[in-house]
């Protein structure tokens, strides 16, 4: 019996820790509390922080392209928040924002865009084609014509269509590069998604075999 209930117990967790998005952290979540409002959000200590005329330029695209766009500028910091890799930014605001849609995160040197809504690839190619072509002109430059791109780009994204993009460098040293991994569902979609989405789609094996293993326990 007490077998019967710690298996029992043992499901139960592994469908909650599932169903639950973890907290990334403070600057995440006070970013994602605020994109659910508003689709431009531009922390007080992000370094590369745009002007609130700019920020309102960006607003007003986003709201006359039509489609669920989300920028967010954030402080070098916030990286840390996602295991200091700034691949994972725009995976993990995604995820607390619970938004379909289209997410641009400016965090110090790094630029990054996911999303759920473009077809698969897209949002890698718009923001390193942003970044490239503006990273002169200042990041407010940068993300008005991600935007704009993604105003005139066209919905489709794959069956369960959850990917990232990303653009990185500063102004001095200049990397750039485009790839794809999922968010909201912790399924691998792009073969250049790299170790953490792998870890992800290791993980939910690993968990499905939990399940699995606790549901023969059961049997008699």
């Known amino acids: 019996m007490r077998r019967l209930i710690a298996v029992l117990i043992g499901i139960a967790v592994l469908l909650i820790v599932g169903a639950s998005p973890a907290s990334a952290g403070p600057m995440v979540d006070r970013a994602a509390e605020a994109l659910r409002r508003d689709p431009v959000f531009v922390d007080d200590a992000a370094e590369r922080k ?6 309102e330029q960006i607003r007003d695209r986003i709201r006359k392209g039509g489609k669920p766009v989300f920028v967010a500028v954030l402080p070098q910091a916030a990286i840390a928040e996602t295991g200091g890799d700034p691949a994972q930014l725009a995976l993990a ?3 607390a ?7 641009a995160v400016l965090a110090g040197n ?6 759920t809504t473009l077809a698969t690839g897209a949002a890698g190619s718009l923001a390193t084609t942003a970044f490239d072509s503006h990273r002169s002109e200042g990041p407010a430059a940068v993300l008005l014509d991600f935007v704009d791109r993604v105003n005139q780009s066209t919905s489709g994204a794959s069956s369960g269509g959850r990917q990232q993009g990303r653009s990185d460098g500063s102004e001095e040293s200049g990397g750039s590069s485009g790839d794809g991994v999922g968010f909201v569902l912790p399924v ?4 250049a998604a790299g170790g953490g989405g792998g870890y992800l789609l290791w993980r939910k094996r690993k968990k499905a075999q939990e399940v699995q293993d606790a549901r023969e326990g059961l049997r008699p």
């Open 93 to 95: 605001l995604g995820r």
């Open 50 to 55: 745009i002007s609130g005329g700019d920020a």
């Open 110 to 115: 790094s630029f990054r865009a996911a999303s």
């Open 97 to 103: 924002t619970r938004k379909d849609g289209t997410y």
């Open 188 to 191: 691998l979609l792009l073969g």
